[in-house]
């Protein structure tokens, strides 16, 4: 009796292990990694319309699943001066799932990084967030505008 309950007690103090371990988000982070990678970016902030975010289906094969809904993002995108490059049109929110866990987002006001490919704009919605930041601070901002200017803090 002694070891099922060692067993058991085993077993449960290891379920957390089976969440999802994720970095902190952090912008200028991502501006960085955003820099370094051959395809086009862009910094937008703005606000974000959708409809019903579409989820991928569950299925029997591991690794990420993806699923796309269209949106709209009307504010300015991030130039050498600043947000001063204004930005009305529509992107493909590109929502990721890893096993369980799937990206989320809500509409509102964004600062967000988009990829993109070809004519559209991309902005990806990952399991672990990262690239998009949900009412931006001045501070945060300005932070990007920095590394803009080829001095991030």
Not at 78 to 91: E, Q, Y
Not at 128 to 135: A, D, F, R, V
Request: proline share 10%; net charge neutral; glycine share 10%.
């Amino acid at each position: 009796m002694k070891r099922l309950i060692l067993a058991l007690a085993a077993i449960l103090v290891a379920e957390p292990a089976l969440a999802l371990s994720c970095m902190r988000p952090d912008p200028v982070s991502d501006f960085r990694a955003a820099a370094s990678e051959p395809e086009p970016w862009i910094v937008v902030e703005g606000m974000l319309t959708f409809g019903p975010l579409q989820k991928p289906a569950p299925g029997k094969s591991g690794g990420a699943k993806v699923a796309e809904t269209p949106g709209h993002i009307t504010g300015a995108f991030l130039t050498r001066n600043g947000f001063t490059g204004r930005f009305n049109r529509d992107i493909i929110l590109r929502v990721s799932c890893v096993g369980p866990w799937c990206g989320t987002i809500t509409p509102g006001r964004h600062l967000a990084f988009l990829k993109q490919e070809g004519d559209r704009y991309v902005m990806l919605v990952e399991a672990c967030p990262s690239k998009i930041y949900e009412n931006p601070d001045p501070a945060t901002l300005d932070a990007i505008e920095q590394c803009m200017g080829g001095k991030c803090p």
